[in-house]
């Protein structure tokens, strides 16, 4: 009787597991096809640019600053104002972002307070640029007197991006075996050597992985840098943090939109925009081998 009902319903078990399949299939064959989708943007487009601007690159273009209204020479001062702004920022705001994330992730109790502080990091990580840099605006040039400096935009750049550093550095931390922790306290370790000694170095990939992706998207933002610290033009190297930069979002910007000589100028556009490209992807790569060479410490 048990062998006759197995064959009776053996047919539908098989049209129910074919079905299964089907929709398995159909959805990994549409991820596939959404990420290869992806992919092939991103390569036109990088394509696009780099066969625009490639004829322009050379070691004079990145050494001299420009000339004739922008429509020679090259952009040393705007790499230079880039790579200031975002390493002032970095220097500001990884300290402050880190040490709130052990605070978050370590010494804060679940609560109100604590669920409030989260839904506002959360919220700050979401704002529109523009915002923020209407926020620095405000404070960091009218309210604190700074001016339109290298100071002013790197502090708006580090307001921007703490929310985004304290999110990533307390999920890095939050990913750490408790197994760790209490193999350090049972050993007689103090909870602050044991996040100095253990819980940190376990985390550091996570952290520098989230520390420089957060450079690498400061590097891109125009917004909050037009409104505290970009300069339509600067012969040279800010001397002081208080005077004024050049920045390549800002510069594209500018030759794009509100340059003298549009069409004379497009060579050096797409020179610029690759060469912000090409500073991008190699602040992700920096992070890709950081990450990897922390983990294999940790293997070791």
Do not use: D
Request: charged share 15%.
């Amino acid at each position: 009787m048990n062998q006759e009902m197995g064959e009776k319903y053996k047919p539908f078990e098989l049209v129910r597991k074919k079905k299964f399949n089907f929709k398995e299939n159909f959805f990994l064959s549409l991820i596939r096809t959404l990420g290869f989708t992806g992919a092939i943007i991103l390569i036109i487009i990088l394509s696009f640019v780099a066969y625009n601007g490639i004829s322009i690159l050379s070691w004079e273009f990145i050494t001299q600053p420009p000339v004739e209204a922008m429509t020679e020479g090259g952009i040393f001062p705007v790499i230079m104002g880039t790579i200031l702004l975002t390493v002032i920022c970095m220097i500001v705001v990884i300290p402050i972002g880190v040490t709130t994330a052990i605070f978050l992730a370590e010494y804060s109790k679940p609560g109100l307070i604590l669920s409030t502080v989260m839904m506002s990091i959360y919220t700050l990580a979401g704002v529109p640029s523009v915002v923020f840099g209407l926020f620095g605006l405000a404070v960091f040039v009218v309210v604190f007197n700074f001016g339109m400096s290298l100071l002013a935009g790197a502090l708006t750049l580090a307001v921007m991006i703490l929310p985004y550093i304290i999110s990533t550095s307390e999920e890095a931390i939050k990913a750490v075996p408790y197994s760790f922790k209490e193999a350090s306290l049972a050993c007689g370790a103090t909870k602050w050597q044991t996040i100095r000694k253990v819980i940190l170095p376990a985390a550091m990939p996570g952290i520098l992985t989230g520390s420089i992706l957060g450079t690498a998207k400061v590097s891109g933002e125009t917004a909050p840098i037009m409104f505290t610290a970009a300069a339509f033009f600067t012969p040279g190297v800010p001397r002081s943090l208080f005077e004024p930069v050049m920045a390549l979002p800002y510069h594209i910007y500018v030759l794009v939109t509100a340059g003298t000589f549009i069409e004379e100028t497009r060579p050096i556009q797409y020179g610029t925009a690759l060469t912000l490209i090409i500073l991008v992807l190699g602040m992700n790569l920096l992070g890709i081998i950081l990450r990897a060479r922390q983990r294999r410490k940790k293997a070791w």
